[in-house]
């Protein structure tokens, strides 16, 4: 990135400053300008292939929900979108240059995290999912950096858009402690409600050699009204437009971090977090029935996620290093669902006075290493080697079933008619 920084007044004014200066040296030879400095207020976030967000532009605009609303500001960058096609419209990933979001990797300190993938691809290539933006409190976080294009290139074939990496907050070597709480209230009263609250706890447990962070965070958002996008002609349909879904995160994680030598640190990271929906109608083809018209904001999806990682680097007098081995748990805890003619993914009533639940749940344990080795050819260069070694398995029973689930009732297609009997 470039370090030139942007001037402190505003640019227009130079070529008036300068006018004024020669005119006052045609009239008086000895008359002579004040030095002129101009200094840095922020650097330049923008170059080519790379975005930057920090903890200042994140504090300035404080997500809703996750950081995909700030993310999607940066250039190359967007969300799916709602559409008529029949997808799940209302849960929005984040899409770097059009790729679509399985071609955009979200990476939290580096890591990769694909939890995601426990939602089973429909035929019509989506997943039901809001995707990996929101496994990280936002005010638990250092820097948002987005790389697109060919500079994303190492980090592999998932990574074909580009990559976000989600920097969290370091270890304090200082005991530092706050409680932060967030609202949200839309002015239009159809619009789900936010409340959110959060702790954070970083200090040392031996100072400048172990040190530890722990938070937590709440987050609630209503639904949206079923009926914010009815249309007077709507009214009694069943294929009614959902607005946003509501949320209930709940999260909480640890850090600890210590310093073998000068030169080499040890972390440990671990999370716990707890995704859940509000139903708001969300659907293929916007279907609904009698049994999905009663789930109004109740929770259709359950995500639970547990990560642990833990991470070795060393500087060393021929380069650095770096170490990491990961194991991440995901179970996607969902209505039971249609297959193929369903429609595909509405939930089925099986004639429980509660919501069925099947679980697919993705194991994935992951092993990284790479070396950095500084030398000078001509210029000065880098050369990076690394290598990787990925497991991963999906559980998914209910994804893999051949037949329609026993005493399910399906909607009948629109502007059906019996056929003719022989």
Known sequence: MSDHPFPSFKLALIPFILFTGSTVYAQDNTAKLDDIYVTAEQQVKQSLGVSKLDSQDIERKTPVNDISELVRTMPGVNLTGNTASGQHGNKRQIDIRGMGPENTLILIDGRPVTSRNSARMSWRGERDTIGDSNWVPAAEIQSIEVIRGPAAARYGSGAAGGVVNIVTKKVSNEFHGSINAFMNLPADKEEGDTHRIGFDLSGPVIKDVLGFRIYGNLNSTDADSPFINQRSNDKGSKSLAAGQEGLINKDIGGRLAWRLSP????????????????????????????????????????????????????????????????????????????????????????????????????????????????????????????????????????????????????????????????
């Open 263 to 422: 030169a080499q640190t040890l972390t440990l990271d671990t999370t716990y977090s707890r995704q859940g929906n509000r139903y708001n109608g969300d659907g293929p083809n916007n279907v609904q029935t009698d049994y999905t018209q009663s789930l109004y904001g109740k929770e259709t999806r359950r995500v639970y996620r547990q990560s642990f990682a833990l991470t070795h680097e060393g500087i060393w007098y021929w380069g650095d290093s770096k170490l990491v081995a990961q194991y991440d748990k995901t179970t996607n805890s969902h209505c039971s669902e249609a297959l193929s003619g369903g429609p595909e993914d509405l939930c089925q009533d099986l004639g429980s006075k509660d919501i069925t639940y099947k679980d697919s749940t993705l194991t994935t344990k992951r092993l990284t290493g790479e070396i950095h080795f500084p030398f000078t050819l001509g210029v000065s260069h880098v050369l990076t080697m690394g290598a990787e070694y990925q497991h991963d398995k999906l559980d998914d029973p209910d994804g893999l079933r051949r037949i329609p689930l026993p005493g399910a009732v399906y909607p009948a297609p629109a502007n059906h008619t019996p056929p003719l009997s022989s």
